[in-house]
C-alpha cells in the first residue's frame, strides 16, 4: 500500500486483526466537504429570500415595514456583525503567524460581537410582538420572522462552535487539526456576514423606503 499500510496482529482466536498505522486526515476533503455544506445553506437562504420577496408586502391590513423597523438600531447590529467579521480576520492572520494568545483574543473579540449582534435582534423581535407584531399578524412578518430567525440560529451556532475551538486551541495550540477548523468556521462566519447584508438591504432598507 502507498502511505497507509496495514499490520497484521494475532488475536486470541488466531485471526488476524488489520489497522491502519497512518491516520492522516486529508485535508482537502474536509474543505471540499465544507464547500458543499456552504452551497446547501445558500439554497436554504435563497429560497427564504425568495418566500419574503413574494409575501413582503403581504400585511393583512396590518403594520408594514415602515411601521415596524427601526433603521438606526438595524445599522448597529448590521456594524456588530460586520466588527466581528473584521476581528475574525485579526485571529486567522495571528493563527498564520503561530500566536496562539493573540489568537484567541482575537476569536473572544469576535463572540463578543457576535452575542450583541444576537442580543440587538432578540430585543427587536421581542418588541415586535409586544407590539402586536409577531409571525402570525400577516404573511409579510412571518417570512420576515423566518429569514431573520434561520440567520440568527446560524450566528448562535457560529458562537458554540467558536467557544469549542476555543476551547480546543487553549488545550492543543494552533497544531494543524485546529487550524483547518478554524478556516471552516472563517468560510461560515463571513458567509453569515455576506447573507446579512443581503437581509439589511432587500428587507430592511427596501422595506422601509421602498
Same mark, same amino acid.
Given at each position: 500500500?502507498?502511505?497507509?499500510?496495514?499490520?497484521?496482529?494475532?488475536?486470541?482466536?488466531?485471526?488476524?486483526?488489520?489497522?491502519?498505522?497512518?491516520?492522516?486526515?486529508?485535508?482537502?476533503?474536509?474543505?471540499?466537504?465544507?464547500?458543499?455544506?456552504?452551497?446547501?445553506?445558500?439554497?436554504?437562504?435563497?429560497?427564504?429570500?425568495?418566500?419574503?420577496?413574494?409575501?413582503?408586502?403581504?400585511?393583512?391590513?396590518?403594520?408594514?415595514?415602515?411601521?415596524?423597523?427601526?433603521?438606526?438600531? =438595524?445599522?448597529?447590529?448590521?456594524?456588530?456583525?460586520?466588527?466581528?467579521?473584521?476581528?475574525?480576520?485579526?485571529?486567522?492572520?495571528?493563527?498564520?503567524?503561530?500566536?496562539?494568545?493573540?489568537?484567541?483574543?482575537?476569536?473572544?473579540?469576535?463572540?463578543?460581537?457576535?452575542?450583541?449582534?444576537?442580543?440587538?435582534?432578540?430585543?427587536?423581535?421581542?418588541?415586535?410582538?409586544?407590539?402586536?407584531?409577531?409571525?402570525?399578524?400577516?404573511?409579510?412578518?412571518?417570512?420576515?420572522?423566518?429569514?431573520?430567525?434561520?440567520?440568527?440560529?446560524?450566528?448562535?451556532?457560529?458562537?458554540?462552535?467558536?467557544?469549542?475551538?476555543?476551547?480546543?486551541?487553549?488545550?492543543?495550540?494552533?497544531?494543524?487539526?485546529?487550524?483547518?477548523?478554524?478556516?471552516?468556521?472563517?468560510?461560515?462566519?463571513?458567509?453569515?456576514?455576506?447573507?446579512?447584508?443581503?437581509?439589511?438591504?432587500? =428587507?430592511?432598507?427596501?422595506?422601509?423606503?421602498?
Amino acid at each position: 500500500m502507498s502511505q497507509t499500510q496495514a499490520q497484521t496482529h494475532g488475536t486470541d482466536n488466531g485471526k488476524p486483526q488489520f489497522y491502519v498505522t497512518d491516520e492522516h486526515h486529508p485535508e482537502g476533503s474536509t474543505m471540499l466537504g465544507f464547500w458543499l455544506y456552504l452551497m446547501s445553506d445558500c439554497l436554504i437562504f435563497a429560497v427564504l429570500f425568495a418566500t419574503h420577496g413574494v409575501l413582503g408586502r403581504n400585511y393583512a391590513a396590518g403594520p408594514s415595514p415602515a411601521d415596524l423597523f427601526d433603521l438606526p438600531l =438595524v445599522a448597529v447590529n448590521t456594524a456588530m456583525l460586520l466588527f466581528s467579521s473584521i476581528t475574525y480576520g485579526f485571529a486567522m492572520l495571528q493563527m498564520e503567524r503561530g500566536a496562539k494568545a493573540e489568537t484567541l483574543f482575537w476569536l473572544g473579540v469576535t463572540g463578543v460581537f457576535g452575542a450583541a449582534f444576537l442580543g440587538l435582534e432578540l430585543y427587536e423581535f421581542n418588541h415586535l410582538i409586544h407590539e402586536g407584531a409577531g409571525p402570525t399578524r400577516s404573511a409579510f412578518l412571518s417570512s420576515f420572522f423566518t429569514l431573520v430567525g434561520t440567520h440568527g440560529l446560524h450566528v448562535t451556532f457560529g458562537i458554540i462552535w467558536l467557544i469549542t475551538l476555543m476551547v480546543q486551541v487553549g488545550k492543543h495550540g494552533l497544531i494543524p487539526e485546529n487550524k483547518r477548523r478554524l478556516m471552516c468556521l472563517s468560510m461560515f462566519w463571513h458567509f453569515l456576514d455576506v447573507v446579512w447584508i443581503g437581509v439589511f438591504s432587500f =428587507v430592511y432598507l427596501m422595506g422601509v423606503l421602498g
